[in-house]
């Protein structure tokens, strides 16, 4: 599945930075208090633990090309600082931002393994991917959390920006439907 040349990794590459720069600004702009608040239209959520959800995911792509092992994105380390504490969020982010803005295409055409877990009985498959299809997944499955966040965030009275949250495809068809 090794590809020399994928001509859009660098387009993958700046969605994922940009969503997570994203992720940062709402971080920033929202209460500490808020942050680690247990939700209650997201029973068990916490907005901390959706960011450490997402960063995972990216985390576990970056080290999928590194690591022989198969990325696993269903088995996370939980209670970590970032569920908690905004400074080793964002400190996090800006390190998976460095990682990928270092990415070359070479890099991004890598060929990688995943794990995924198909049901609760714990059986798994392993799939070949590239990383530039991983990190297109972990920023697309980031979307769908921040859109989770800005619910909960709403649960406590914050605005935040209409177009946090929402998938590209749906952004494009509301501007094109204006």
């Known amino acids: 599945m090794h ?17 997570l720069e994203q992720c940062a600004g709402f971080i920033e702009s929202i ?18 633990k959706h960011v450490r959800h997402a960063l995972d995911h990216f985390a ?6 590194a690591n022989p092992a198969p990325i696993d994105y269903d088995h996370r380390a939980r209670n ?11 400190a996090t982010i800006r390190a998976i931002q460095a990682q990928i803005g270092a ?13 995924v877990m198909l049901a609760s009985d714990g059986s798994e498959a392993v799939l070949p991917s590239t990383l530039v ?4 997944f972990a920023t697309h499955h980031a979307i769908h959390h921040n859109a989770m966040m800005k619910t909960i965030a709403a649960e406590f009275g914050l605005e935040v920006g209409d177009q946090f949250g929402k998938a590209p495809s749906t952004l494009n068809f509301e501007a094109s439907n204006r």
């Not at 040349?5 to 994922?16: F, I, Y």
């Not at 970590?80 to 964002?90: G, I, K, N, Q």
């Not at 070359?104 to 794990?115: G, L, Q, T, W």
């Open 3 to 19: 590809m020399e040349h994928v001509p859009n990794a660098r387009s993958v590459g700046k969605a994922a930075i940009v969503l």
């Open 31 to 48: 209460p500490e208090p808020v942050y680690t608040a247990d939700a209650t239209t997201i029973r068990g959520g916490t907005i901390g």
């Open 60 to 65: 576990a792509a970056l080290g999928g090309t």
């Open 80 to 90: 970590v600082p970032m569920e908690t504490e905004r400074a080793s969020a964002l």
């Open 103 to 115: 990415l070359d295409e070479a890099a991004m055409a890598s060929p990688v393994r995943i794990r």
């Open 133 to 136: 299809r991983e990190l297109a």
